[in-house]
């Protein structure tokens, strides 16, 4: 397949990887340097194993300037630049390209929309966590399923996505109820990524810490009542297992908002707690702890002016 991804950082990279074992691949990416960085050396992939590997049968290009269509786009920019990537990225879709977002937050698959049939649309979450170290170099640092699906139910789409996925390497499941797991990704988001970025600290250490473990069992509680009243039913405890579960298996990988904070770069808080913010106020549902982090992020943002930057 022709396959293009749109945003190269670490969970791009990742992808674009694994994909180009078997398919011709484009990197897009707005940081010109990063994308001098994959024509000159490929990605290089550390595996949790210690081992690493090289792959340098892809390319890389500004992100605007590919005009030839794709066979597969996804979607891994921030939620928060999605609609101006996809917009100086339209020459890519054609009638029966197929679109792809594995990005964090939710709303992405309504962006696209704007741009291909809903039928084209695949909507996605991976359990799988990668931090960017510079230079087409990343450090995979924890696995899982690749969940995909569809608005529509089952479509041609899913199955074709599914096999690309699963010859790259990668555990592809197809989920006949994708809002569920949106609901799921979104749970875990609204507290790993929010906690670690203001502590600045591995996804495990959520779990070594009482305080911050009773703050997220708040976050995540709020987000469970959001859910129901929007029609989508979890139980509390169902739910925080799964947190978890998440912050054991990934225990050392850093989320994307804290390599973010670290970095002095945007967040997608909006996109994340900030829509649980939002359903709160459409359902009149109250999210106190939820409208906290969200102005505590972006006070934090807010801040970066103030640190010295390498």
């Known amino acids: 397949m022709k396959i293009v991804i749109i945003g190269s950082g670490a969970m791009g990279c990742l992808y674009g990887a694994y994909l180009s074992k078997s398919n011709e691949v484009t990197m897009l990416d ?25 792959y340098k049968n892809l390319k890389a290009m500004k992100s605007g300037e590919c005009k030839e ?72 640092s924890g696995t899982g399923a690749t969940t995909i699906g569809s608005n529509l139910g089952s479509t041609p789409a899913l199955t074709k996505i599914q096999q690309t996925l699963t010859e790259a390497g990668f555990l592809a ?14 749970f875990v988001n609204l507290s ?44 509390y405890l169902e739910v925080l297992n799964m947190v978890h579960h998440v912050c054991e298996d990934a225990g050392k990988g850093f989320s994307s908002m804290s390599q973010d904070v670290m970095n002095c770069r945007l967040t997608e808080i909006d996109a994340i707690n900030g829509a649980i913010v939002q359903q709160a106020k459409h359902y009149n549902v109250a999210a106190p702890y939820n409208t906290l982090i969200v102005d505590l992020i972006h006070a934090i943002e807010g801040a970066y002016k103030y640190q010295k930057k390498d």
């Open 30 to 54: 707005v940081y010109q340097p990063q994308v001098d960085a994959i024509n000159k050396n490929g990605i290089t992939v550390l595996e949790e194993d210690g081992s690493e590997k090289n």
């Open 69 to 140: 269509k794709a066979d597969l786009v996804i979607v891994f920019v921030k939620s928060n630049y999605a609609e101006s990537a996809l917009r100086e990225n339209k020459a890519l879709f054609a009638d029966d390209t197929i679109v792809m977002t594995l990005q964090n937050g939710a709303g992405n698959d309504r962006k696209i929309m704007q741009y291909v049939p809903e039928k084209n649309i695949v909507i996605g979450t991976s359990k799988h966590n990668s931090v960017n170290m510079g230079e087409g170099k990343v450090r995979h």
């Open 192 to 235: 790993i990524n929010t906690f670690t970025a203001i502590t600045r600290s591995p996804i495990g250490s959520m779990i070594d810490n009482k305080y911050a473990w009773d703050f997220a069992e708040k976050m995540i509680c709020e987000a469970v009542d959001v859910a129901e009243a929007d029609g989508t039913h979890f139980s």
């Open 173 to 186: 499941e197809i989920s006949d109820d994708i809002q569920r797991i949106i609901w799921s990704k979104l």
